[in-house]
C-alpha cells in the first residue's frame, strides 16, 4: 500500500520561498506519477504540477507559473515541491497523490493516493 507524507508546510511572508516534501513508502511501481495539488478555504482542489518516472512534468501555471516547480529524490523516494515569491493567494493546504501510471494529469481524479496535507501560509 502506497503511503505518502507531506512536510514542510508552514507561516510565511509575501515574498519567501518555501519547499515542501512528499515522502513516499510503499509500493513498488516502476511507472508512476506525483502530483502536487492545493486547495485554499471555500474553493476547489487545484492543480499545481508534476512529474513522472520517465521524467515528463506537467508544470505549472496560471498565477503559479515560473514560481512553482517539482523535481524528485529517488534515493530518498521523496519529491519536492519548491515554491518561490510566494503570494498570500498561495495560502492553502498542499496535497501530494500519486498514480502508478508514468503519465502526468491535472485531474485529481486520476490520482489514487493521497498524503494528509500540509499548510501553508503567506501573510502580506
Known amino acids: 500500500q502506497v503511503q505518502l507524507r507531506e512536510s514542510g508546510g508552514g507561516l510565511v511572508q509575501a515574498g519567501d520561498s518555501l519547499r515542501l516534501s512528499c515522502e513516499v513508502s510503499g509500493g513498488t511501481s516502476s511507472g508512476w506519477s506525483m502530483a502536487w495539488f492545493r486547495q485554499a478555504p471555500g474553493k476547489e482542489r487545484e492543480f499545481v504540477t508534476a512529474?513522472?518516472?520517465?521524467?515528463?512534468?506537467?508544470h505549472a501555471s496560471g498565477s503559479m507559473k515560473g514560481r512553482f516547480s517539482t523535481f524528485g529524490d529517488s534515493a530518498k523516494n521523496t519529491v519536492y515541491l519548491q515554491m518561490n515569491s510566494l503570494k498570500p493567494e498561495d495560502t492553502a493546504v498542499y496535497y501530494c497523490?500519486?498514480?502508478?501510471?508514468?503519465?502526468?494529469?491535472?485531474?485529481?481524479?486520476?490520482?489514487?493516493?493521497w498524503g494528509q496535507g500540509t499548510q501553508v501560509t503567506v501573510s502580506s
Open positions: 512529474i513522472s518516472s520517465t521524467n515528463g512534468m506537467a
Open positions: 497523490a500519486r498514480r502508478n501510471f508514468a503519465v502526468n494529469s491535472n485531474n485529481k481524479g486520476a490520482y489514487e493516493y
